[in-house]
């Protein structure tokens, strides 16, 4: 059973609620029109703020209410641990649009919202400080999210979510590397028009 439950998260994590949002409000791909993500920043730039937001909090919704939910089936670190993994690798190879998604960050704040909140209220100001001094939404969203393995690892949470931690921001680097190759050549968007 418990492992059924794990095997879920994938599906969960995999609701591509950026695609949802642009085929039936807009009745447009979201995959194909700005940057081709299925995540809350294009949808901002191609949609607007409003379904931006509305992205993001779905998002950031479903991994939070998956372990909310489930919480008390995962009695074991591990099986939080891969719980919480499917979640975010489900979301960024969606089983819905052919294993393809996100970057997991708004999937992966849920994540922290709902195992170690104190870890969101450092994060959250670096990126918005970040984003707000270098208009970079890709390179605000990565310094957070390695500042997560230092702050859960300084208020002594269970060593599976410093691991974790460590784990969804090599992710996201992951899924960051065009981003990161755009930084370094200047060409990476930026929100302010410069």
């Not at 409000?25 to 940057?35: A, E, H, L, P």
């Not at 949609?47 to 993001?56: A, C, F, M, P, T």
């Not at 190879?93 to 909140?117: D, Q, R």
Request: glycine share 10%; with cysteine.
């Amino acid at each position: 059973m418990i492992y059924l439950i794990i095997g879920l998260a994938f599906f969960i994590g995999g609701l591509p609620f950026g695609y949802l949002v642009g085929k039936y409000i807009y009745k447009v791909d979201i995959r194909q029109i700005g940057s081709g993500n299925i995540g809350a920043i294009n949808v901002v730039r191609s949609l607007g703020i409003r379904w931006g937001l509305l992205v993001l909090f779905l998002d950031l919704l479903k991994s939070f209410l998956a372990l909310i939910l489930f919480r008390g089936y995962l009695n074991q670190d591990r099986y939080l641990f891969l719980f919480s993994l499917l979640l975010v690798l489900g979301h960024d190879y969606s089983p819905f649009l052919n294993f393809k998604g996100g970057k997991g960050v708004a999937t992966s704040m849920g994540i922290y919202l709902a195992l170690a909140p104190v870890a969101l209220i450092w994060a959250v100001p670096i990126y918005l400080l970040l984003l707000l001094v270098s208009g970079f939404p890709s390179l605000a969203s990565l310094v957070s999210l390695l500042s997560i393995p230092l702050i859960v690892y300084l208020y002594n949470f269970p060593s599976y979510l410093v691991v974790l931690s460590i784990v969804l921001f090599l992710i996201a680097l992951l899924r960051h590397k065009e981003n990161i190759l755009r930084l370094l050549e200047g060409k990476e968007n930026c929100i302010f028009k410069r």
